[in-house]
């Protein structure tokens, strides 16, 4: 009878897989983030640019014609587009200064030791939590030229009813009150949450040294929230950028009223693409709006830089 002795493996020729398995198991972790992103993301965004270097209609997507940039051309020539643009940017400030003002204060009350500042903080999520749809509804019953809330208000003080859905100026202030009212109370949790990073001793030294509560909000709070207020200003730019349903619902018209005049870039794309079937204009209209949101994100985080710079050299 004859033994045939195996040699044991010794544990050097056991470690390189298991090593190897342990670099690529991080990357298994999040390869389904990434396949996702790929998928949802990154894919419709390159096949947006390559749709709109073609005319495409939405009842027969199969037929493509190639048109190189004149999709582009036709659109900066296009009077209704730079009325979207300046409506765009009209309505991004009128509504994202006044909340991100609002949601500073807010959150400043908030910060204190007050009775019920829980159901409080709770209470500012309420807004972001109603549906877009819901609350466009109610604010346009209320901005009603003839029997709305806001008009009866006005005739109270003494001034004449507003058409604020023809009027250009009330209308862009109508649905930047929306936006305003919806998105306040979300910024000022986030606001809230980082004065509460901030160190107390900080708050505690400039108490001692004889600051207000006011030169304590401007010396302490300010400059420790400045990383939360370019977040928050980029977000807004972000979602103004793509306002779509509050200017939608506002009237019910793609047109964004009866002269434009509160028609958005996501609302002038709608109309191009499933108002007139041009899939290939709304598709060019979507990356030029991709990039003023890059322009504008860039040109925000410059200035921030710029003051922090300044702040240092002080």
Known sequence: MTLTATAPVPPAAQAP????????????????????????????????????????ELQTPGEMEWRGLDNYTALLRDDFFWTALRNTFTIGVVSTVPQLLMALGLAHLL???????TFFRVTMLLPYATSVAAATLVFAQLFGRDFGLVNWALGLAGIGPVDWQSNTVASQIAVSTIVTWRW????????????????????????????SRWRQFLHVTLPGLRPTVLFTIVVSTIGATQLFGEPLLFEGSISGGISHQYQTLGLYMYEQGWGYFHLGRAAAIAWVTFVVIVLLVLLNTALARRRTRKGTRR
């Not at 910060?111 to 500042?117: C, I, T």
């Not at 004065?195 to 001692?208: C, D, K, R, T, V």
Request: no cysteine.
């Open 184 to 211: 306040t109370g979300y910024n000022a949790l986030i606001y809230l949450a980082g004065m509460q990073s901030i160190p107390g001793e900080l708050y505690e030294a400039a108490e001692l040294d004889g600051a």
């Open 17 to 56: 897989p298991r090593r190897l398995l342990a670099r690529l198991s991080p990357y298994a972790y999040i390869a389904p983030f990434f396949a996702l992103f790929a998928a949802f993301g990154l894919f419709p965004l390159l096949y947006t640019a390559y749709v709109s270097l073609y005319r495409v």
């Open 111 to 117: 910060n204190y030791r007050l009775r019920g500042r």
